[in-house]
């Protein structure tokens, strides 16, 4: 699920389209160049803009629509900025199996939104996940860019604090 | 004399404070003018003690753990830099000598959590190369043939002949081909793959460039998913290493051969799991599965004969190489031979690795190793092979771990990961979360898989509420038929398996 309860459309910042250009110029020698260059613009400028997916189309000469199916497909590439905080609660099977149901309930009701939404304030964002690969010491909860293991509601509200 | 104390880099033992402990470590040796080297290894695989310190003693390597990050002064007080300190619950003697790790045959995990995971001397020096040098005075269909004859099938999940595979793409004409590796992990309980790329990325490297040379190829692509970022940087770290070693490049060990290796991250779909689709989504596409055939063996990426292979076969070739098909068949049982990395994750109490010859018992896993719940309950159920397999109650405990005899029982081995579940659990809403994911995650492409899946959703709640029970579970049978039969990959075609498992094991769940 993306993040799609920010109201309006975000405002690209001035000279973003430049930059897009310019990331997608230096990367459009790799093979299959399109998720890099996603990848990249989203790690430098935050998330991918509507206003960036010409942009890209014309670098790489491929259709506007070829980029936005490419965009909507994958989960990772956000469509508007995150909150300051991105927490993901793993939700599957073997995390279920120590009580992450639980914990997303007790996550969407502490923080006040749901998977795939950000916060009003602006900051949280809480997705789910399936899978960090943490499966022996779950619940797996990601919080920035730190794993963490064994997370327990009360250790979630503890990470939460350290974050805020 | 410096003395070298283990703390691991991997990721699971970072979630529950390697980092922190490391860096104890480093800061009271400091304090204390002690000459120590903090070495940033593997996991051994004993999830359930990380942060599992090791330290190097002329007994060999005694650990601690798990050790928490206050506990790190009392540990250092009581003797741990010289091994000492027999009394404290932590210590736990000679790593190699633990009884969970004595009954392990490791061949393909032989170094992880044993060396420094970007140390080339360490490689080298602990047997690494030896298979590429091997396969390097051999012809490629010789090297083969020598995959084809230690029976290695595809660890990935489906299983099939790795060597017969390697025959199709050496047999094809192309001035270029590739050689792909999926490492997009995506199934639950299962991390066999991060763990090897985070303890050992040189053995993937190794078993890559061996693959390249016996089939042609000059390029290789590792697809690495996003949720595992350590995997990534210390991938693309060791290729680096690599480069500058000549085992990767325009002349790989002097030998003429060429070939380089490249990372990529996928993008957070599960599907890239499926081969096809990761290749799709290699070529900067959509991850939608392509029609088979044509294979990828004759059209993979970009149309090209490419070998697609999972991370633990890759990564298991050196050392059939180095040592032989012979001694590596001469593990295992009927058609599944060598050995498997199966993983212990979910509700147990010992999760972690255990690699072993095929044949050993799904109960000896979960129970002796696995030593049952990490609630303490009886458990209930386990789900093998990831997300799509099957889910078993402790009645088929006895089921060997081998391809034939699970897909006899309806069940999958899979990529070998086990899913621990007590008797709290609700097989229902285990079945109906395994629609609901297959909603979430199907590419789209094939009616079965995109529709089928809400549609069971649908059915599964019907059938809950008792909403004409037995006709809708008539339905639901129907159903699975046709996804198993009609879709177009294994994400439609199995999830039917963990669905009807549950239903079929655990009817009582469902209303009966």
Known sequence: ?164 | MTIRVYVPRDAAARSVGADEVAERIAAAATAHGQDVQVVRNGSRGMLWLEPLVEVETAEGRVGYGPVAPEEVDGLLAAGMLSGEGGDIGAHLGVVDELPWMKRQQRLTFARVGVTDPLSAEEYTSYGGMRGLREALARTPAEVVETVVDSGLRGRGGAGFPTGIKWRTVLGAESDLKFVCCNADEGDSGTFADRMLIEGDPFTLIEGMTIAAYAVGASEGYVYLRSEYPDAVATLRAAIEIARSKGWLGADVLGSGLAFDLHVRVGAGAYICGEETSMLESLEGKRGQVRAKPPIPALEGLFGRPTVVNNVLSLATVPVILAEDAEAYAAYGTGRSLGTSVFQLGGNVARGGIVETAFGITLGELVNDFGGGTSSGRPVRAVQVGGPLGAYLPVEQFDLPMDYEAFAAAGAMVGHGGIVVFDETVDMASMARFAFEFCAAESCGKCTPCRVGAVRGVETIDRIVAGEDRKKNLVLLDDLCELMTDGSLCAMGGLTPMPVQSAVRHFGKDFGA
């Open chain 1, 1 to 164: 699920m993306t993040s799609e309860v920010v109201a309006a459309a975000p405002v690209p910042v001035p000279g973003r389209a430049q930059r897009v250009r310019e990331i997608a110029t230096e990367l459009r020698g790799l093979r299959g160049a399109l998720i890099p260059i996603l990848h990249a613009v989203q790690e430098e400028l935050e998330y991918v803009d509507q206003t960036d997916i010409p942009v890209i189309a014309d670098v790489l000469n491929i259709a506007v629509a070829e980029v936005h199916g490419v965009v909507t497909f994958y989960k990772d590439f956000r469509r508007a900025p995150a909150g300051r905080t991105t927490v993901a609660i793993c939700q599957a099977e073997a995390c279920r199996s120590v009580g992450a149901a639980d914990l997303a309930e007790h996550a969407k009701r502490s923080i006040g939104c749901g998977f795939g939404e950000t916060t009003y304030d602006g900051r949280i964002t809480l997705d789910e996940i399936f899978c960090f690969g943490n499966c022996a010491l779950g619940p797996a909860v990601q919080v920035g860019e730190k794993l963490h293991g064994r997370v327990t509601p009360a250790r979630l509200d503890a990470l939460l604090g350290e974050a805020r």
